[in-house]
């Protein structure tokens, strides 16, 4: 069963409401969640377990916990869905215990790459619309929410998005204000295109003119980021699931800090000797720059020539066969571990995998599947067996690695048996293979 919306649905939502005004729709699919609470409750748990194996290192978590209005960071961990929990209903009712009459609230990001169903059906349901709209600049993205809480604990805000809140427990109400009608909380600026905050303790003296939207398990918002918003309490816990189409250019934007980090920062090394240090000679020291300061530097302005000349344009490729394969999802579902080709079955392309791939300015050929892209010395062979798989059918695995001829280029080996076998489990294990 799809979650492709009813015929006409993203025409008229194109035409009426897209970037114009907040909306319910009640029951989109019937009695069916695009995303169930066991789903989400399943995946909140593992995030939860694999954040155990690291929290206290520092890491970014990919959730978060706020306690009334403070982001809880140093054991955040005892305030996470558990496996013993069972269910939202069972966390909600650990957290009573742990914080009495205390809002609570449970953020994860990017939630499509922890599960391949939400992650399929979320491109069944962004499909239409982005043929209506075509694909948004930069990207979108999923995230949920989960708690028991009086108002949005960062505040009335507005994003630089377009926002989608799927229900999936509980009774969810939303407050929203125009743009204009709140610019008088705005400190002397223009924040049309920022993300902000309003600076309010709370929305009390705000509330009267709101427009509100309410909605059950089944239902979805939409709003314009442009809106300001703040999630609104009702008494029960509620878990929804967003999904955010960025309207801010470049998909670049999410891996270039990455990229210059690598380039520009140096390994750290502890024998770096220390300056001599004399208060009275500071002159003397302001005239005698450090040999590892300026070879630091040296190795930056090394380093950002080497990204602007040659890496930078390797990236935006890649990420634009991300981009395409995932449907705007940056972010697919995982690869899975410990995937195995068994050559005695038959193997077929999932078409919603999106499939595509590109000779890279570099030379390489790159293909990129669920938003995941991986490149490999190009080849003949390579190039033969994408387009076969890509027109569909089921291809018995042996024949295909039977097939493969061996190619070369200089003392490399460039496709092979073993090339082809790298391939197919590649694919399987980005989930756009499957044995049939
Ligand atoms: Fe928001």
Not at 4 to 23: H, I, L, N, T, Y
Not at 344 to 364: F, I, K
Request: proline share 7%.
């Amino acid at each position: 069963m799809s979650f492709r919306p009813p015929e006409g649905f993203w025409k008229s939502f194109a035409q009426d409401v897209w970037g114009r005004q907040p909306r319910v729709f009640k029951k989109v699919f019937g009695e069916r969640l695009l995303a169930p609470p066991e789903e989400l409750f399943r995946i909140s748990v593992e995030e939860a377990e694999e954040f155990s194996k690291v929290a206290g290192a520092r890491v970014r978590p990919a959730c978060q916990v706020f306690i009334d209005s403070g982001n809880i960071v140093s054991d955040s961990l005892r305030y996470m869905p558990r496996r013993e929990d069972g269910s939202f209903e069972g966390w909600a009712a650990r957290m009573r215990k742990l914080v009495g009459p205390r809002d609570f609230f449970f953020h994860m990001d990017s939630i499509q790459s922890r599960s391949s169903q939400l992650f399929e059906s979320y491109r069944q349901f962004t499909e239409g619309m982005f043929e209506q709209l075509g694909l948004p600049p930069w990207k979108i993205d999923s995230d949920m929410f989960a708690g028991d809480y009086r108002e949005t604990p960062f505040g009335v805000h507005k994003d630089v998005t377009g926002n989608f809140a799927f229900i999936a427990v509980g009774t969810k109400r939303m407050l929203l204000w125009p743009y204009e009608s709140l610019l008088h909380l705005v400190p002397g600026r223009d924040v049309r295109d920022i993300d902000f905050a309003l600076p309010l303790r709370t929305f009390a003296e705000i509330r009267e003119q709101a427009i509100v939207l309410e909605g059950e398990p089944g239902d979805v918002f939409y709003w314009p980021g442009h809106f300001w918003h703040s999630a609104e309490g009702t008494d029960s816990v509620s878990v929804t699931n967003n999904l955010a189409v960025y309207l801010t250019p470049s998909p670049l934007v999410d891996t270039l800090p990455g990229l210059v980090a690598e380039k520009v920062n140096p390994p750290i090394d502890q024998t770096q000797p220390f300056i001599p240090y004399d208060p009275a000679r500071r002159q003397e020291l302001a005239d005698a720059i450090p040999e590892g300061l300026r070879s630091a530097t040296q190795q930056v302005v090394r380093g950002l020539r080497e990204l602007v000349e040659g890496g930078l344009e390797r990236e935006m490729e890649l990420t634009w066969l991300r981009y395409v394969s995932g449907g705007g999802f940056l972010q697919g579902p995982r690869p899975a571990s410990g995937a195995v080709l068994d050559e005695n079955r038959s193997v077929r392309l999932v078409p919603q995998a999106g499939l595509v791939w590109r000779r890279l300015a570099s030379g390489e050929l790159a293909f990129a599947v669920n938003g995941q892209a991986t490149c490999l010395p190009e080849s003949r062979g390579l190039l033969e067996v994408l387009q076969r798989l890509s027109g569909g059918g089921a291809h018995r695995a042996r024949a295909l690695l039977d097939e493969a001829r061996e190619e070369r280029r200089g003392d490399t080996v460039v496709w092979s048996r073993e090339r082809m076998r790298e391939l197919l489990t590649t694919l399987l294990s980005q989930h756009a293979l499957v044995h049939v």
